[in-house]
């Protein structure tokens, strides 16, 4: 039996939440059914070259060149779930600065800074 959509976007939401998702699969299951296909089988979910944490570092770097702020929440949550350090996400914020400039940098260590101090993790 397939895996419930539902539960396998939780499963690669590691605990960071975005109930858009939820609102997705409740007004359009069809399409919800397909974006699990792309977002979770063929890119989250999927063991590929690249480790899930260095996928999250590439996202934060995204969001943050495109001035992303849910994006760069989410995915520097679940970086740092998936042991990447506070100065790996710094980095790739600091590399998004080159194509995406400095207001995405901003953004991003603002954002990092505010998780840090929720979570009460040092900046090492």
Same mark, same amino acid.
């Given at each position: 039996m397939a895996e419930d959509p539902k539960e396998a976007f939780k499963k690669v939401g590691l605990g960071s939440a975005n109930n858009a998702y939820d609102i997705i699969a409740e007004l359009d299951p069809e399409y919800f059914e397909k974006l699990k296909g792309l977002y979770v089988d063929g890119t989250f $979910? /999927?063991? $590929?070259?690249?480790? /899930?944490?260095?996928k999250e570092l590439i996202m934060i770097g995204i969001c943050c060149a495109l001035l992303r702020p849910r994006g760069i929440r989410l995915h520097s949550e679940r970086a740092l779930t998936l042991g990447a350090t506070p100065k790996e996400l710094m980095e790739a914020m600091e590399v998004a600065a080159i194509p995406g400039g400095m207001p995405g940098l901003w953004a991003g260590v603002e954002t990092l800074h505010e998780i840090l101090k929720a979570k009460g993790i040092a900046f090492k």
């Open positions: $979910g /999927r063991e $590929g070259a690249l480790s /899930r944490k260095t």
